[in-house]
Each structure stands twice: as structure tokens, then as C-alpha cells.
């Protein structure tokens, strides 16, 4: 079985500071890791995925993450944070095998909300 | 291109109603997969379907429902309405081709529906 667990459901951060929000996977099997942001009210906006290529990832909107095996971490910083970076982020896991038995399933994490202050 | 939508954004349901959902894929998508996010129980999997046959099944009651049509629009059915069913109710898109090759699941999500069971 395959989970996530986002660490912190609420992170508050500087205008211009690092931003780093954890999230720790468990599988049996390689994982395809995605980190995915909400706003208010809208849907789910891919940032980036980890699909066993680079383990370094850079996304959208200055986001990067890196994957660790040994740690089974995806943590999500961003060098300096901007107000425009206020909203919820989701960690979530997907699978090689799930993909071949399960399709399009996505395995979620309780979701981060992210503070920014002037 | 157009991306997934999905509605209507807003729907207010007495308890013991049925109430229907809708999304759209985006054009040459053949999977749609549906979620349920409340601040309980954050983002879960409801069920996908690809190419009118539902391909996989989340934990949820059957009163929860859905199908696909053969231009690949997706519409999900809830009946007898319960007020633990409000939630925000997102569709994601994907290609839905299974394979070795992880981007024909990646999902791209709608803004949702909102839905306030009373």
C-alpha cells in the first residue's frame, strides 16, 4: 500500500524567506511523486513530478523539489517566497504497477497550507 | 486548449436529494477520475473511468455513482444525499493510456464543484 504524509499542516513564512514544506512517502514499489497547489476555492495546479528520471525537479513559479530514496522524502522548498505563494499544497504519490493495474489513481496527503507575511 | 470543466461550480442540496455532476476533459483525454475534498477527510479518490468503463473504485458507498460518455465526458451521481456529502468535488483529466510511461496519467483537474448538502 502507498501513502503520504505531509508534515505541518500549517506553515507560515516571510515575504523573501525559504520556503520548505515536507512530505514523506511510504511504497513497496519506485514511486512517481507530484506536488500539486491550491488556491481558494479552484482546483489543483500541478508544480512538479518525480517520475524516476532527475531527482532534482524544478517546476513552476521558482518550486523545486528533491527526491531522497533513502530518507523516502519529497520536500518542497522555493529560495524566496512571494505573497502569490499563499495557498495549499498537496504531496501525492503514484505508482509504476498502480498505474499499469489502477489508471489514473493519485494517493493524496492531508495538504500543507502555506502563510505568507509582508 | 481548453482544460477540464467542470459543472456547476456551486450546488445547494436538501438531504435525501440526488444531485448530478459534470465534467468535460480535456480534448483527446480519455480518463476521468473523480475526487471528494473535505477539510476532514482532505482529497480522496472516488473512482476513474476510461473509455466508458469505470477502471477503478475508491471506498465510498454506492450511492455514489457515475459513467462516462463516448466523447469522454464524465458525470457523477449522488443519491440520497447525506450532510456529510458537502464537499468540493474535483474531476482531473488524463490521457489514461496504462504503460511504462507515467505522463499518460497525469491529471489535470478542474476547478471543482461545490457542493452544500442542507
Known amino acids: 500500500a502507498q501513502s503520504v504524509t505531509q508534515l505541518g499542516s500549517h506553515v507560515s513564512v516571510s515575504e523573501g524567506a525559504l520556503v520548505l514544506l515536507r512530505c514523506n512517502y511510504s511504497?513497496?514499489?519506485?514511486?512517481?511523486l507530484f506536488w500539486y497547489v491550491q488556491y481558494p476555492n479552484q482546483g489543483l495546479q500541478l508544480l512538479l513530478k518525480y517520475t524516476s528520471a532527475a531527482t532534482l525537479v524544478k517546476g513552476i513559479n521558482g518550486f523545486e523539489a528533491e527526491f531522497k530514496k533513502s530518507e523516502t522524502s519529497f520536500h518542497l522548498t522555493k529560495p524566496s517566497a512571494h505573497m502569490s505563494d499563499a495557498a495549499e499544497y498537496f504531496c501525492?504519490?503514484?505508482?509504476?504497477?498502480?498505474?499499469?493495474?489502477?489508471?489514473?489513481?493519485?494517493?493524496f496527503g492531508q495538504g500543507t497550507e502555506l502563510s505568507v507575511k509582508p | 486548449k481548453a482544460g477540464v470543466t467542470q459543472t456547476p461550480r456551486y450546488l445547494i442540496k436538501t438531504r435525501g436529494q440526488q444531485v448530478t455532476l459534470s465534467c468535460s476533459p480535456i480534448?483527446?483525454?480519455?480518463?476521468v477520475s473523480w475526487y471528494q475534498q473535505t477539510p476532514g477527510q482532505g482529497l480522496q479518490f472516488l473512482f476513474e473511468y476510461f473509455s466508458e468503463t469505470q477502471r477503478n473504485k475508491g471506498n465510498f458507498p454506492g450511492r455514489f455513482s457515475g459513467r462516462q460518455f463516448s466523447n469522454s465526458r464524465s458525470e457523477m451521481n449522488v443519491s440520497t444525499l447525506e450532510l456529510g456529502d458537502s464537499a468540493l468535488y474535483l474531476c482531473a483529466s488524463s490521457l489514461g493510456r496504462r504503460g511504462p510511461n507515467p505522463l499518460d496519467t497525469e491529471a489535470f483537474f478542474g476547478q471543482g464543484t461545490r457542493l452544500t448538502v442542507v
Open positions: 480534448s483527446g483525454h480519455r480518463s
Open positions: 501525492a504519490v503514484s505508482s509504476h504497477s498502480m498505474i499499469y493495474n489502477q489508471g489514473g489513481k493519485l494517493i
Open positions: 511504497s513497496s514499489v519506485p514511486p512517481y
